[in-house]
T-cell receptor, first 110, second 114 residues
Framework: GEDVEQSLFLSVREGDSSVINCTYT??????LYWYKQEPGAGLQLLTY?????DMKQDQRLTVLLNKKDKHLSLRIADTQTGDSAIYFC??????????FGSGTKLNVKP | NAGVTQTPKFQVLKTGQSMTLQCAQD?????MYWYRQDPGMGLRLIYY???????DKGEVPNGYNVSRLNKREFSLRLESAAPSQTSVYFC?????????????FGAGSRLTVL
């Protein structure tokens, strides 16, 4: 349950949708998470999804989970400059072990 | 409503010096964690404590020791700092029960070893 991969950079224009992708390897992961990190700050939880769900929507955020392909994505609708940050996906393994991807830096151009 | 508090926020050490990073949480969480963040490598788990009185190694424990002093506090010690330990360190906590088990992070401690 240790290989969580993400692309390093994504650049979008304000108002467009952003899609950040993540792949993981441990099929026994129970929950998968998206965290946001703004410059100089710690990580904040954005949303999470239980592994038996396919989709979860929370305002501008949509999480899609393809368990067969071990693929997780985060879609941000109507992306704003305030969404510029690093986004981490993470998987929960064995109740209390979390493994994180390397983070995707989202740059939103005005 | 402090959440997870880490001290110090910044520290510069010389190679071979020792120091302790302090972490405290006020959410009555059972589990606590220490991560390090390096550019392009995401967060890597150093040590964690599933509950008071227990500690376990994570992915990168070499060069570090931890103490779970009580339910609130979890410290990380560098006995003999090396330049490879230059990083941003994050403490986090979670309820540690079955379920979603969300991590709450501190603001980070930036350590530079010269």
């Amino acid at each position: 349950g240790e290989d969580v991969e993400q692309s390093l950079f994504l650049s979008v224009r304000e108002g467009d949708s952003s899609v950040i992708n993540c792949t993981y390897t441990d099929s026994s992961s129970t929950y998968l998470y998206w965290y946001k990190q703004e410059p100089g700050a710690g990580l904040q939880l954005l949303t999470y999804i239980f592994s038996n769900m396919d989709m979860k929507q929370d305002q501008r955020l949509t999480v899609l989970l393809n368990k067969k392909d071990k693929h997780l994505s985060l879609r941000i609708a109507d992306t704003q400059t305030g969404d510029s940050a690093i986004y981490f996906c993470a998987e929960l393994y064995n109740f209390n072990k979390f493994y994180f991807g390397s983070g995707t830096k989202l740059n939103v151009k005005p | 409503n402090a959440g997870v508090t880490q001290t110090p926020k910044f520290q510069v050490l010389k190679t071979g010096q020792s120091m302790t990073l302090q972490c405290a949480q006020d959410m009555n969480h059972n589990s606590m964690y220490w991560y390090r963040q390096d550019p392009g490598m995401g967060l890597r788990l150093i040590y964690y404590s599933a509950s008071e009185g227990t500690t376990d190694k994570g992915e990168v424990p070499n060069g570090y020791n931890v103490s779970r002093l009580n339910k609130r506090e979890f410290s990380l010690r560098l006995e003999s700092a090396a330049p490879s330990q230059t990083s941003v360190y994050f403490c986090a906590s979670s309820e540690g029960l079955s379920g979603a088990n969300v991590l709450t992070f501190g603001a980070g401690s930036r350590l530079t070893v010269l």
